[in-house]
């Protein structure tokens, strides 16, 4: 098994590209010597917050080796929420880049004022220790830490203000979240002669678990790719055929030219498309599986959260994404808990007593790989535990066959409808490059947030769009790139509420957000 990377690690000064499991090892073996002669040890706490890579994963797998606590921010999080996070944590040591270093809150305050020390990654930054001064130090002994103790941090993804810090231990990431994935379950786990695509947030508990799968089920060739710009994700899939790809929307969206590009076989070899982090729209899911030259090409979307790890799984066809677009219920149908693993059940909100199947209710779900806490904020933990189950905030039906169906996150949520269903429809109906969020109040029908390439929406449009829909507001109007956004892609509800709504409330409580 070989890893191409779409550029040379930060961590590796002599820029390789191609990596196989030693040359991986051996980047973690500097490092945790780079971590340890800047004064990390046992115990202490450390932050990775740097440009997107799978280095990220690397550092952290350092300082697991020597004992150490990483906590993971994503180089695409905001600096106000990045120092909220390290003023939470006090990290022994940060480990950085100039772009990102350079920056400061906007109380003036610097990355580097809740580290004892920063290290930069390329040098260049006044009062950070240059990463090539401890390159090449010595590799300490191992010394990992018990299965029950506090492993790694990282964080959700920020839709409702400062994200929140999850706490893993090996026993719930290593022995339940990945434990799945790594067993050979073909058609939907790697086959030995894959070679697999990754576009991921490398700080996210959910790179750490396919990383395992990786190492366990073997495929040929692994690409990892630290970003989705079609110059070079377009030629480096030309000469790599991938046969599985995994990505956040936000890169499916970003690549979608390519995919429709006929002349293209970037993805003619491509036997399935994993979605991750959020569900992915109808037009782009259409989009890929229509672009591959597969037979029976397939959409796996994944249903899962931080805390918990995947609980639910469901399959689209290219025949199902090539339907009637009246006829599509929208891609929020996560299928059955995976057995053996997790029990999803539906609650009533007010009483949490159960719901019968085909009524909707909050999701609860029970599963081994439930981490550990909310770090530095155990009441927040403590409001979403119910014994053994988790609250996941959702709002769903299940089945009499033990299906879910998503209909909206809590606070959105108004009976009688499911936005999230609309907005598929809507997305669906509309030119492409068009996407819609649905902002519920307590009085009247949703607002309708519309980003459009140009800022401009056509009347025709929208209502062919809205034909046989539910009544909605006038629409509001944005340009695409107006729209907030987390690192990850998910449209920040709150944000545009704040922007559009002013102080109208959503009709939920929120207490689960």
């Known amino acids: 098994m070989v890893f191409r990377l779409d550029r040379p690690f930060d961590i590796d000064p002599a820029g390789q590209r191609v990596l196989d499991i030693e040359a991986m090892a051996q980047c973690v073996r500097d490092a945790a010597g780079a971590l340890h002669a800047a004064g990390v040890r046992r115990g202490d706490r450390f932050a990775v917050y740097k440009d997107n890579h799978l280095d990220c994963l690397l550092l952290a797998a350092a300082g697991i080796r020597i004992g150490a606590v990483p906590v993971m921010l994503s180089g695409l999080l905001p600096t106000d ?21 350079s920056r400061e809150g906007n109380g003036g305050e610097s990355l580097t004022s809740f580290a004892e020390r920063t290290v930069s990654l390329d040098g260049g930054v006044p009062g950070a220790t240059p990463f090539a001064e401890l390159y090449g130090s010595a590799d300490p002994a191992p010394d990992p830490r018990p299965d029950d103790e506090l492993m790694m941090l990282t964080h959700t993804s920020g839709t409702t203000g400062v994200p929140k810090l999850i706490m893993y231990t090996p026993e719930k990431l ?27 947030p490398y700080v996210h508990a959910r790179a750490f678990t396919w990383i395992y799968s990786v190492l366990t089920l073997a495929p040929t060739k692994v690409l990892v790719m630290s970003e989705s710009d079609p110059q070079v994700v377009g030629p480096l899939f030309e000469r790599h055929r991938p046969t599985v790809i995994e990505a956040l929307p936000i890169d499916y969206a970003r690549l979608e030219g390519l995919a429709d590009d006929r002349r293209s076989r970037a993805f003619a070899s491509v036997r399935m498309f994993v979605g991750n982090f959020d569900a992915v729209r109808w037009p782009i899911i259409r989009t890929f599986l229509n672009a591959s030259r597969h037979r029976f090409p397939v959409w796996r979307e994944g249903y899962g959260q931080s805390e918990t790890g995947g609980m639910g799984m469901t399959f689209i066809s290219r025949r199902t994404a090539n339907r009637r677009r009246d006829e599509l219920p929208g891609p929020r149908k996560v299928g059955r808990p995976m057995p053996g693993f997790t029990q999803l059940k539906v609650v009533d909100p007010k009483t949490f007593a159960p719901v019968p199947d085909g009524r909707p209710g909050l999701v609860l779900a029970r599963t081994r790989a439930r981490c550990v806490g909310y770090y530095g904020e155990p009441e927040r933990w403590e409001e979403k535990v119910r014994g053994e189950w988790w609250n996941t905030g959702d709002i769903g039906i299940r089945s009499r066959t033990g299906s879910l169906r998503l209909l909206d996150r809590e606070v959105n949520h108004v009976p009688g409808m499911s936005c999230l269903e609309q907005e598929d429809i809507l997305v669906d109906r509309l030119p492409k490059g068009h996407d819609v969020a649905l902002l519920t109040v307590p009085d009247g029908p949703p607002v309708p947030v519309v980003a459009t390439p140009d800022g401009t929406l056509d009347e025709a449009s929208w209502a062919g769009a809205t034909r046989g829909l539910p009544a909605l507001a006038k629409p509001v109007v944005i340009a695409s790139d107006a729209m907030p ?29």
């Open 81 to 101: 929420p990045a120092l909220a996070l390290l003023r939470r944590t006090e990290p022994k040591l940060l480990v950085s880049n100039r772009r990102l270093l």
């Open 485 to 513: 956004r987390t690192g990850t892609g998910k449209i920040v509800r709150e944000e545009l509420r704040r922007r559009h709504l002013g102080e109208t409330e959503p009709p939920g409580s929120g207490r689960w957000t």
């Open 174 to 200: 290593q022995g339940q979240m990945a434990r799945l994935e790594c067993r050979h379950l073909p058609p939907i786990t790697f086959r030995r002669n894959d070679t697999v695509a990754m576009f991921c």
